[in-house]
C-alpha cells in the first residue's frame, strides 16, 4: 500500500502562487494515477485533477483550469500541483491520493475513486 505525504502549503496572498508536492514511500509511484483534491470548511471534498501514471493523460476540473498545472516526476516519486492566481476561495485542505487501477477509470470519472490518501497540506489565501 503506497503513502503519500503532501507538502507545499503555507499562506499566500491573493493573486499568488504556491507549489505542491506529493511524494510516495516507494518507488513505483510511476503505476498509479495521482489525483489532487481539496476540502474547505463545511464543504465537500472537491477533486481538482489528475495525471496518468505514463504522464500522458490530465484532467482538470473547471474550478482550476487555466490556473494549476498538475506534473509528475516518477524518478522522483513526486506529483505536483501548481497554482497560480490564488484566490481566496482557493483555502482549503489539500490532499493527494492515488489510484492502481488503470487511468482512464479515474479520469473519466473527474478523478474519483481513489483508494490511498495523504493526510494533506493547508492553503490559507489571505491578505
Known amino acids: 500500500q503506497v503513502q503519500l505525504v503532501e507538502s507545499g502549503g503555507g499562506l499566500v496572498g491573493p493573486g499568488g502562487s504556491l507549489r505542491l508536492s506529493c511524494t510516495a514511500s516507494?518507488?513505483?509511484?510511476?503505476?498509479?494515477?495521482i489525483g489532487w483534491f481539496r476540502q474547505a470548511p463545511g464543504k465537500e471534498r472537491e477533486a481538482l485533477s489528475c495525471?496518468?501514471?505514463?504522464?500522458?493523460?490530465?484532467h482538470y476540473s473547471n474550478s482550476v483550469k487555466g490556473r494549476f498545472v498538475i506534473s509528475r516526476e516518477n524518478a522522483k516519486n513526486t506529483v505536483y500541483l501548481q497554482m497560480n492566481s490564488l484566490k481566496p476561495e482557493d483555502t482549503a485542505m489539500y490532499y493527494c491520493?492515488?489510484?492502481?487501477?488503470?487511468?482512464?477509470?479515474?479520469?473519466?470519472?473527474?478523478?474519483?475513486?481513489?483508494?490511498?490518501w495523504g493526510a494533506g497540506t493547508q492553503v490559507t489565501v489571505s491578505s
Open positions: 495525471i496518468s501514471s505514463a504522464d500522458d493523460m490530465t
Open positions: 516507494e518507488s513505483t509511484l510511476g503505476k498509479y494515477t
Open positions: 491520493a492515488a489510484g492502481e487501477l488503470y487511468d482512464t477509470y479515474y479520469l473519466f470519472r473527474g478523478c474519483n475513486g481513489m483508494e490511498y
